[in-house]
Structure formats: structure tokens, C-alpha cells
């Protein structure tokens, strides 16, 4: 069974650090593209950052720049996304997200992405 499994999330002040972890089951991330997407209720789901597994080549939401970093280890099939000065906007439920298309499908649609986690709650209070 393919399965995309996340950690890390939880309750964190403005200002502080979460590290999310995805690690794959049922399948390696190698030539695939990770990403991480985010939903608050009753907004769309927006692309946070994706990455090439393979390559390490990343791509991020100009709201998250120099704030989050996507990051992978290959022996663990696990990639991770630091995400620091957190903000009450970063609110939200952090999917995984992985597809066997290339690093330039981007943040731009969530159907392009061919596995999804079930999410972890990240809430950042003022």
C-alpha cells in the first residue's frame, strides 16, 4: 500500500519553529517531486514548497521565502520542511504531497500531484 505519512505538526507561538517529516511507504521518492500544500478551512489548498527528490532542486511560496526550508534524506525516504518566524497565516493543515512528474510541475495545482498524506495541524497562535 502506497502511503504518505506526516509528523511534526502541533501548537506553536508567533514567532517559533516547527519541523514537519514525510516519510514514504509502499514506495521510494527517488525521481520523484515532494511537496508540501496547506489548507485552511474554507480556503483552497495552497502549494507551499515542492522538491526533487532526486536532485534536490527546490521551489517555494514567496510568503514562506526565508522562512521555511524543504529538505529530503534519501536513505529514510523522508523529507522535511523547517519552518521558522511562524505567522498566525501559516495556520493550517500541511499535506504531503508526491508525484512522479518532474520539479517543474510546480506549486500550481494540487491535482498534478498523484499522492497525498492524510495532513498534520499546524496552528500558530498570536
Known amino acids: 500500500e502506497v502511503q504518505l505519512v506526516e509528523s511534526g505538526g502541533g501548537l506553536v507561538q508567533a514567532g517559533g519553529s516547527l519541523r514537519l517529516s514525510c516519510t514514504a511507504s509502499?514506495?521510494?521518492?527517488?525521481?520523484?517531486?515532494i511537496g508540501w500544500f496547506r489548507q485552511a478551512p474554507g480556503k483552497e489548498r495552497e502549494g507551499v514548497s515542492c522538491?526533487?527528490?532526486?536532485?534536490?532542486?527546490?521551489y517555494y511560496r514567496d510568503s514562506v521565502k526565508g522562512r521555511f526550508t524543504i529538505s529530503r534524506d534519501n536513505a529514510k525516504s523522508t523529507v522535511y520542511l523547517q519552518m521558522n518566524s511562524l505567522k498566525s497565516e501559516d495556520t493550517a493543515v500541511y499535506f504531503c504531497?508526491?508525484?512522479?512528474?518532474?520539479?517543474?510541475?510546480?506549486?500550481?495545482?494540487?491535482?498534478?500531484?498523484?499522492?497525498w498524506g492524510q495532513g498534520t495541524q499546524v496552528t500558530v497562535s498570536s
Open positions: 522538491i526533487s527528490f532526486s536532485d534536490g532542486t527546490t
Open positions: 509502499g514506495f521510494t521518492f527517488d525521481d520523484y517531486t
Open positions: 504531497v508526491a508525484s512522479s512528474g518532474p520539479l517543474s510541475i510546480g506549486l500550481r495545482s494540487p491535482s498534478k500531484y498523484d499522492y
